[in-house]
């Protein structure tokens, strides 16, 4: 395990390889170890990759009075890089809130990125356009779930976790399983602390009162076009895929979107040969 200050707080981080830096950022409910199988072959083909733990994720201290939002979630990625590679850029691969705050990240700090993996979310603007479509609703019901207070913790909680359960099995391609990946997230989710700061992220996301006042010129930063190249990608069993397949009005540096046949939301483990695949054909060919 790795440890490095940036934004005013540790990060904890994993690493694999040498040589051009990718950056993998996890989404939620998971943790940094879910690039297992990325890590791996990305340091095969010589990368070095690295994993960090998201701002309230055990090992990473939990700060009293922090905030979710998500610029001060870029804010973390951006200086996170510079510590990493002294604002040097790198290549990114984000999935679900790790492609939540790529998304953003590009946006604002195209400086900070070479060429990007953004997989399982839409692009902000189609998922504002979405957001009241019932079977969206449905299918991130734990937005709206996860407003609540206390009550969600004591659900996530209840019964061994059942609840994280639930979500991998729902928003994975049926019959897929991953036990001990699925039993390392869940102690990290049990750990003082963690899992309020992981709510406050979809807290964060319909209460102004909870995003950082002082980080206002980085909020409207985050909305331009994004210039940084981009490869869109989406399990094509997720039901988010038909909100991603025409979303290249937003990008203007280059972009593609592919679907991977088999997966659903957790495309990156339920199909890694095929997502790795498509990772190394992306960073190899020239913007």
């Given at each position: ?17 040498t ?7 996890h ?11 990325q ?7 010589g ?5 960090p ?9 939990i ?46 700090r195209?400086d ?26 449905q ?13 969600p ?18 928003w ?28 406050a992220?979809?807290?964060a ?20 076009t ?25 990008f ?21 040969a ?14």
């Amino acid at each position: 395990m790795n440890r490095i200050s940036a934004n005013g707080q540790e990060f904890c981080y994993l690493s694999a390889g040498t040589g051009p830096k990718v950056l993998l950022l996890h989404g939620f409910p998971d943790i940094a170890s879910t690039w297992s199988h990325q890590m791996d072959a990305l340091a095969s083909a010589g990368y070095c990759a690295i994993a960090p733990y998201l701002r309230g994720y055990h090992p990473n201290p939990i700060q009293d009075g922090a905030f979710y939002d998500k610029a001060t979630l870029v804010q973390d990625l951006s200086c996170l890089i510079e510590a990493l590679g002294g604002g040097e850029p790198l290549l990114f691969v984000g999935q679900d809130w790790g492609a939540i705050i790529g998304y953003a990240l590009c946006a604002a700090r195209p400086d900070l990125v070479k060429k990007a993996v953004l997989m399982a979310v839409p692009h902000p603007a189609i998922v504002a356009r979405h957001l009241l479509d019932p079977k969206h609703v449905q299918r991130s019901f734990h937005w709206w779930f996860f407003q609540q207070a206390d009550f969600p913790e004591q659900a996530l909680l209840a019964e061994d976790m059942a609840f994280i359960d639930f979500l991998w099995r729902d928003w994975c391609a049926p019959g897929y399983e991953d036990r001990e990946h699925i039993g390392a997230v869940k102690a990290c989710l049990r750990e003082p602390g963690v899992l309020p700061a992981t709510l406050a992220y979809y807290r964060a996301m319909f209460n102004p009162q909870r995003a950082d006042p002082a980080l206002a010129s980085l909020r409207a930063d985050m909305a331009r076009t994004i210039t940084v190249p981009t490869l869109a990608l989406c399990g094509a069993q997720d039901l988010r895929a038909e909100l991603m397949v025409a979303q290249d009005a937003y990008f203007s540096g280059g972009y593609a979107y592919r679907e991977v046949p088999n997966a659903g939301h957790f495309l990156h483990r339920e199909q890694p040969a095929a997502v790795n695949r498509l990772l190394l054909d992306w960073f190899a060919t020239a913007p």
